[in-house]
């Protein structure tokens, strides 16, 4: 007997059991024709309807991925594609003093010591025991009346049952009960004046006792201000973690996790660069902008430049008054012209005066300009209670290097490191460095006295910081690795701060019998990485993955992280080269990442085609450069040109890295600069600076075909400048090649 199929009813007759029927054309051939016809009208609309716009138009998605760990769900496997990361910039205004490593500065109302058990940064916390009027530990500061802050502590209760930040007959912050763990008390205000004190209350009895680390104060803005209103207190924490210095977002990273252990990375787009912005935002044009080029190489928009101010600048005396003493360094680059031109601190972490009225007022210490004309003279006002170097005494070019590599001036015959040396009869030069963290006006702050004139920097010093905005934007190539995509379903990303891709590790390579190999052992010095670890993310041998390694955070790492491998595992040989990533210790403000994610299959593929052929852009330049035996060379890089100085057109001016190794190939063919001795012609930045500081001879002539040959010097941390000779200003030129710092 007949049947109809099961998609459509389709008849079908059975030529058995139908055979002698006659053939009916309308339900044998018609009906069925309907209905085919009838699937084909339903096939058109739904390619017209829904297939068709998948494949012929661009779908995509915004999204911003945020600091922290978060599960992003997706529909089917994508790439993410970055929009855009903006930068930021914390400015501690308690300087160094919040890090909890002495009691300079702190009033005390109860008792306070210095705990080395339990700490959230550095080595120790502040540990406060109740008198009978209670447990409170403060100090003043001066606030602008109207502005807008925060104010965040870690606390740890010991006996005490509770803790928190306040501004004294104001407001209190969050109250911490926490006897486990660190945890964070934060407070948000409008200064309602100018003088008012911070304050750390406890919530005890006489004799109880909480621990508090990591004080910081920051200015906000408005926007923030009011953002903070819905924040968590986790989020807070991630947003305004304890920083020290001028800290802007650096090395931000984006992980995906192959499960919540955070153990497997699935995938990751990271970057070595950092994006500033100024403390307080008013306009999102202030802030560094990373964004991805058509080319596929990510590029970082910045009018911001961050120097360390330290004895290796060519340093000269300026002018003085009662007290002070003012000294510049040129040659850094032009600044704008209006305030702020940027942001300095000094050893102690304090923020000084940015001031562009006339030096010649400046009778305290603490004020700096880019002053002269040009906007590119660096000047700065030192107290004598800073330097040593009395009202009768003019420093030398050394002696202020000196002053910036952390050492103070003193008499050496009669005083102690609280004197200051007026070249008087009876006196002699002495130089001693300060005690971080410690009372200056106490002499026993200060230690290693010696009559020689030091040239190194002092241990424990940390030096002057500036950042300053540049009269003009700058486009610079940024180091990235990797790529971020999303898998069908949940995903866990993590984003944050810090992480320093692939530095080449010196293991501690075991011997038969003893226990294991060792990256970052604090016992091992000779294997500690650069900086302190919080967390090792990842352990390569040869450049791949290498697995065998065991990561741990215990107290046997130098800062929080270290890896290991067994020696049953085998013996490390001494061939293999090994690299690490990991999350430095200290913190940096994190910051979004804006990302698209395509939705259809249009885009999908659409994407795919664009990566192709960014690759294959890439591949066809190594293969060219193969082909001719040459290196596969990094992009010259045209450098700031400083002191009147000017590259000539059709000439090679700039620096590059030749192929995959740590050589650097310099250039140039310049132009009507300064000619003295120490000019400053250009700045390389990190990774592009020898380890070692070095001379070389370049060539020079005037327009009248007069030549002569000078020397340059290449300094350590990165100024090139006239050692010897004086050039002619006609054409300038220079070629050298050296090993680049590791």
Avoid at 130 to 152: C, D, E, V
Avoid at 326 to 343: D, E, K, W
Avoid at 524 to 534: D, F, G, H, P, Y
């Amino acid at each position: 007997m007949s049947s109809n199929t099961e998609k459509l009813n389709l008849l079908k007759v059975d030529p058995v059991a139908d055979g002698e029927q006659y053939f009916n054309v309308d339900t044998m051939l018609n009906a069925n024709w309907d209905k085919v016809d009838a699937f084909a009208d339903q096939m058109g609309d739904k390619v017209d309807g829904d297939l068709l716009p998948r494949l012929n138009n661009v779908a995509i998605s915004d999204l911003i991925l945020q600091p922290g760990t978060q599960t992003i769900q997706a529909t089917r496997d994508t790439a993410c594609n970055l929009t855009g990361i903006s930068g930021r910039m914390l400015l501690n205004l308690l300087g160094r003093s919040g890090n909890c490593e002495s009691l300079t500065g702190w009033t005390i109302s109860g008792t306070g010591t210095l705990n080395t058990n339990n700490f959230v940064v550095g080595t120790s916390s502040i540990q406060i025991t109740a008198n009978s009027s209670g447990g409170i530990l403060s100090r003043p500061f001066s606030f602008k009346t109207g502005a807008t802050y925060i104010l965040a502590a870690s606390f740890k209760m010991s006996t005490a049952t509770g803790a928190f930040v306040s501004i004294t007959n104001v407001a209190n912050g969050t109250v911490v009960t926490s006897s486990t763990n660190f945890a964070t008390s934060y407070l948000r205000f409008t200064a309602t004046s100018a003088a008012q004190n911070i304050a750390i209350v406890l919530q005890a009895t006489q004799g109880q006792t909480a621990y508090v680390d990591a004080v910081r104060l920051y200015e906000i803005s408005a926007q923030e201000y009011t953002q903070i209103s819905s924040m968590t207190t986790d989020a807070v924490d991630r947003a305004y973690p304890y920083t020290e210095g001028l800290a802007g977002v650096k090395n931000p990273y984006a992980i995906r996790w192959t499960s919540p252990a955070k153990t497997d990375i699935a995938s990751m787009l990271a970057f070595d660069t950092e994006l500033l912005a100024p403390p307080v935002v008013i306009n999102d044009t202030e802030r560094d902008r990373l964004e991805q080029g058509t080319d596929g190489q990510y590029y970082k928009t910045t009018q911001w430049k961050k120097i360390t101010l330290n004895g290796d600048l060519i340093w000269n005396f300026r002018t003085s008054s009662a007290g002070v003493k003012r000294v510049q360094v040129t040659g850094l680059g032009q600044a704008v012209s209006t305030l702020p031109q940027g942001y300095m601190i000094k050893f102690d972490g304090s923020l000084l005066r940015n001031d562009l009225g006339a030096i010649a007022d400046w009778n305290t210490g603490d004020n700096w300009q880019f002053g002269d004309s040009s906007y590119s003279n660096l000047i700065i006002s030192i107290a004598s209670a800073d330097s040593g170097w009395g009202d009768n005494y003019t420093p030398t070019n050394d002696e202020i290097k000196a002053y910036f590599y952390g050492w103070k001036m003193y008499d050496w015959v009669n005083g102690t490191g609280t004197s200051t040396y007026n070249a008087q009869t009876g006196q002699a030069k002495g130089w001693c460095r300060r005690v971080p963290g410690a009372d200056t006006t106490q002499a026993g702050s200060y230690v290693e006295g010696t009559p020689v004139l030091p040239t190194l920097q002092a241990s424990g010093w940390t030096s002057y910081e500036l950042i300053y905005k540049r009269s003009t934007f700058l486009k610079e190539p940024v180091f990235s690795e990797g790529t971020l995509d999303l898998a069908k379903n949940d995903n866990i990303i993590e984003l944050g701060s810090g992480l320093i891709l692939r530095e080449k590790a010196n293991v501690w390579k075991a011997i038969p019998g003893s226990e294991s190999s060792v990256i970052n052992n604090i016992d091992r010095q000779s294997s500690w990485l650069r900086n302190k670890a919080r967390r090792i993310v990842q352990v390569y041998k040869n450049n791949k993955v290498d697995n065998r390694w065991i990561i741990a955070n215990d107290n046997f790492a130098y800062g929080a992280a270290r890896a290991f491998i067994p020696n049953s595992v085998g013996i490390l040989e001494d061939s293999e080269v090994y690299n690490v990533t990991y999350i430095q210790l200290n913190q940096y403000p994190t910051t979004n990442f804006a990302v698209t994610i395509s939705t259809n299959e249009y885009s999908i593929i659409n994407n795919l085609i664009r990566n192709a052929q960014q690759t294959s852009r890439r591949v066809s330049v190594i293969e060219m450069q193969k082909a001719d035996k040459t290196p596969n060379s990094s992009t010259w890089i045209l450098p700031t040109l400083l002191n009147g100085w000017s590259a000539i057109s059709g000439y090679r001016t700039g620096y590059r890295k030749i192929g995959n190794s740590n050589i650097v190939q310099m250039s140039g063919v310049l132009t009507n600069g300064a000619t003295t001795v120490g000019t400053v012609l250009l700045y390389l930045p990190q990774g592009y600076r020898p380890a070692s500081s070095f001379v070389f001879t370049a060539n020079s002539r005037d327009n009248s075909g007069n030549y002569n040959s000078i020397t340059l010097d290449v300094r350590d941390f990165g100024a090139v400048l006239i050692s010897f000779g004086t050039p002619y200003t006609g054409a300038l030129t220079f070629q050298v090649t050296f090993e680049a710092e590791q």
